[in-house]
């Protein structure tokens, strides 16, 4: 009778001989997904049988990854923000660096509808993610808002220029159930498709940032995420500096903008933001692990 660990072992070593970091806990993962199982079931049950199918299936699995192609494309499924994502090559994976945003936008938002009692028939929150990809910041958004009691308080929209990365965020808000609180809009940034009903309190995204010039040197796993979710340009500023340029249009007096940069871009995004937005706030927030991560923008109050 072969059994898990018959069949772990060998796997560890042939991703770890192409090159995985992370081979134990991905041949974990593929092995529980190929017996429809978690990982802390392949770990609870190391004699249990194996069967020629799930094998074979098994096999198949190791080798996508051993070509490089992500854990999570081959699973189907990340976690972002304690919440299981839908995820295939339609827009990029999440990444943990951004639950800073979150946390960010969240802390906006509750502070905002916090400030003062909303009169009867005030207009709600309105918050724009753009460059949503799989949805993953405005879901968690919705998600924990709607939680914490402020469901009708805050409307969303979700905007991306790729049809497909927003159709996985359509399918995602679905799984959450909140997709009756987002307004899903293809768009280039902040083309007028994405103004849907007056000023936007807050803008947040995750737009690419990385510089053209490095993308070949991204990990192997990258290379099977869309171009378009990665690249930035020259210096990889270029959408974010194309969305700095479009704020005033659409911010509320009283709005605010977070932007996730890379953690050596702070420099060249205050420079851009004090180009396109003179005389506008501009600061630069650190995630856990003390990196620089997210550009906050707003109008100086008068
Ligand atoms: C880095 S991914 C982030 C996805 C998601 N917000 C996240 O954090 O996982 C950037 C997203 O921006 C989208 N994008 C790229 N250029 C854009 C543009 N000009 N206008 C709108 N979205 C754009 C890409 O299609 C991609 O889905």
Not at 153 to 165: G, P
Not at 185 to 213: F, T, W
Request: glycine content about 10%.
């Amino acid at each position: 009778m072969i059994t898990l660990r018959d069949v772990l072992e060998p796997a560890v070593e042939r991703l770890r001989a192409a090159g995985s970091e992370s081979a134990r806990l991905d041949a974990e993962l593929l092995l529980g997904h190929a017996l429809g199982m978690d990982r802390t079931g392949v770990l609870a049950h190391p004699e249990a049988p194996v069967g020629d199918g799930q094998r074979d299936r098994f096999a198949a699995l190791l080798e996508r990854r051993a070509a490089g192609e992500p854990v999570a494309y081959i699973r189907g499924v990340k976690e972002f923000y304690g919440l299981a994502f839908a995820v295939d090559a339609r827009a990029l994976i999440p990444r943990p660096e951004t639950e800073t945003l979150v946390e960010l936008a969240l802390g906006r938002v509750r502070a905002s509808l916090a400030a003062a009692p909303r009169p009867v028939g005030a207009r709600p929150f309105r918050v724009l993610d753009v460059g949503t990809g799989s949805g993953a910041v405005v879901v968690a958004l919705a998600r924990t808002l709607g939680r914490a009691g402020y469901g009708d308080a805050v409307r969303f929209t979700a905007s991306d220029r790729s049809t497909d990365a927003l159709a996985l965020a359509v399918e995602n808000a679905v799984a959450h159930g909140v997709a009756d609180r987002i307004d899903f809009r293809v768009a280039d940034l902040l083309a007028p498709a994405v103004e849907v009903d007056g000023p936007v309190d807050l803008v947040v995204a995750n737009l690419p940032y990385v510089p053209s010039a490095d993308l070949p040197s991204l990990p192997i796993a990258a290379h099977f995420e869309p171009r378009e979710a990665l690249d930035g340009g020259s210096d990889g500023l270029d959408l974010v500096r194309g969305l700095m340029g479009e704020l005033p249009r659409v911010l509320a007096p009283s709005g605010s903008a977070l932007l996730e940069i890379g953690s050596d871009q702070v420099d060249a995004a205050l420079a851009a933001a004090a180009a396109a937005l003179p005389g506008w706030n501009a600061t630069i927030h650190a995630d856990l692990g003390g990196r620089p991560r997210v550009l906050d923008l707003g109008r100086v109050a008068s």
